[in-house]
């Protein structure tokens, strides 16, 4: 039986520094149950949004003996349960543990990695980041120190398509050509500097002392992958030196005071690896897949506003080796051949582009969250086809919301609602979604 873990408490704060929380991270986690109006909330970090097929299955048993039936996938690609009993803690990790999802009680809560879904499956992309994510995973767990980053600090490995780049990771690294890694450290600018040069390879960094990214390079013997992941877990200590000693509270490095930029560089080059510096490239950007195949041995799907009956996951681990929840909030199935799309239909999966669900999310809304001011999630799914995505929200918050352009739906009361900040009635809300999802005029 696994017991539930303490909250971390905050760092102390350094004379004149003002912080910025005085709590400990609150993120729920599958070992810290949330309360919410609709029971108890759990949230299971899925790294790269993997599931083995046997994984899924009990992940739907749990969802249908423990909560209220569905799994929710988050804008990371973890998964939700919800509706989840008062006393149900210990039985939850009971079965996720004997799941293999529980690799670390300690770190349950850190594991927090995405990845290209469509890595290694479809001949796009220069890596199988995938497969970092997993080694990635395992050194993390294995780190004590580890365990003290929030719940909320990302990391994201995009395979070089560029689907997850922009996603806001706190440490990110974008596979490229001939085996170079792009180490990107957070959004704010930053140096590093290039050390020995025993795993030097082809990079084409340039030194540009402007730099706010490193090019690590990984050729010599040394796999991308080893390199990669030795060097995410590395900036991630980083951060955590630079937040201990600015302490005031920062769970992100965009979170930290001026003059207290985590030594990237340094802790690169005490740790061995060749970093270096390169101005910062236009990061590549592509769109999520479309529902349907996703090469030759794979298929796609979304959840209806991101939530997945007990029976809809089954379904989809039905003929597939291993899932893979995306930050869309939609399925990778591995393995899955193109003949199972109409029995996913047919469970009311989105398999097809063309369905008006496509790009459609929504926050919780009432009555699962007491902050909200309407059932966004029930006018949500008459939501017009359109070609911007659209995210519901039941207050300012706007949790979960897509990144990049999107159409602003925001409830103001039970009947009113502003769409892209314009006053409409709920009656009205088809023309005036419909209008918005046709003007890419909005970026967040
Ligand atoms: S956006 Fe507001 S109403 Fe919606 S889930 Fe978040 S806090 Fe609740």
């Not at 690294?173 to 001939?178: D, M, N, Q, T, V």
């Not at 909030?329 to 009311?348: I, K, N, S, T, Y």
Request: hydrophobic letters at 40%; one cysteine or more.
């Amino acid at each position: 039986m696994l017991a539930a873990m303490p909250p971390t408490p905050p760092p102390t704060p350094e004379p004149g520094e003002a912080r910025i929380r005085d709590r400990g991270d609150a993120c729920p986690g599958a070992l810290r149950l949330h309360p919410a109006d609709d029971g108890r909330l759990a949230r299971l970090r899925l790294p790269a949004g993997r599931l083995t097929a046997r994984q899924a299955g009990l992940l739907a048993h749990a969802a249908e003996s423990l909560g209220d039936g569905r799994i929710s996938i988050t804008s990371r690609g973890n998964a939700e349960l919800r509706g989840l009993g008062e006393g149900c803690g210990a039985d939850l990790a009971a079965l996720l543990a004997g799941a293999g999802l529980l690799p670390s009680p300690t770190h349950e809560r850190v594991r927090n990695i995405v990845a290209s879904p469509g890595a290694g499956l479809d001949g796009l992309g220069h890596a199988d980041v995938q497969l970092w994510a997993r080694a990635l995973d395992a050194a993390l767990c294995a780190e004590p120190r580890a365990a003290s980053l929030s719940g909320r600090f990302l990391f994201v490995l995009d395979d070089g398509r560029g689907d997850v780049a922009g996603l806001g990771g706190d440490v990110s690294l974008i596979a490229g050509p001939e085996g170079s890694v792009l180490l990107r450290l957070g959004p704010e600018a930053f140096r590093l500097a290039a050390e020995d040069d025993d795993t030097a390879g082809d990079d084409t960094a340039d030194g540009d002392t402007a730099a706010d990214t490193a090019v690590v390079s990984a050729s010599a013997g040394v796999p991308a992958s080893a390199v990669a992941v030795r060097a995410a877990l590395v900036a991630a200590l980083a951060f955590l030196d630079a937040a201990e000693a600015a302490g005031n509270g920062a769970w992100r490095p965009r979170e930290l005071p001026d003059g207290h930029v985590p030594d990237w560089a340094g802790a690169l080059a005490r740790a061995g690896i060749t970093a270096e510096p390169v101005p910062v490239p236009p990061l590549p950007a592509s769109p999520p897949p479309a529902p349907g195949p996703l090469g030759e041995r794979a298929l796609h799907v979304l959840a209806p506003l991101g939530r997945l009956t007990a029976a809809q996951l089954r379904a989809l681990a039905d003929g597939a080796d291993e899932l893979r929840f995306t930050p869309w909030r939609g399925v990778v199935a591995v393995g899955a051949r193109a003949d199972r799309l109409p029995d996913l239909e047919a469970h009311g999966l989105v398999t097809r582009p063309d369905l008006p669900s496509v790009g459609v999310s929504a926050c919780t809304g009432r009555p699962g969250c007491a902050k909200s001011l309407a059932d966004v999630r029930t006018d949500a799914l008459a939501a017009p086809a359109g070609p911007l995505p659209v995210h519901f929200s039941g207050c300012e918050r706007r949790c979960g919301h897509p990144h990049g352009t999107w159409v602003d739906v925001l409830a103001t009361g039970d009947d009113t609602y502003l769409v892209d900040g314009v006053p409409t009635p709920r009656t009205s809300l088809p023309e005036a979604v419909t209008t918005a999802r046709s003007l890419p005029t909005h970026t967040r």
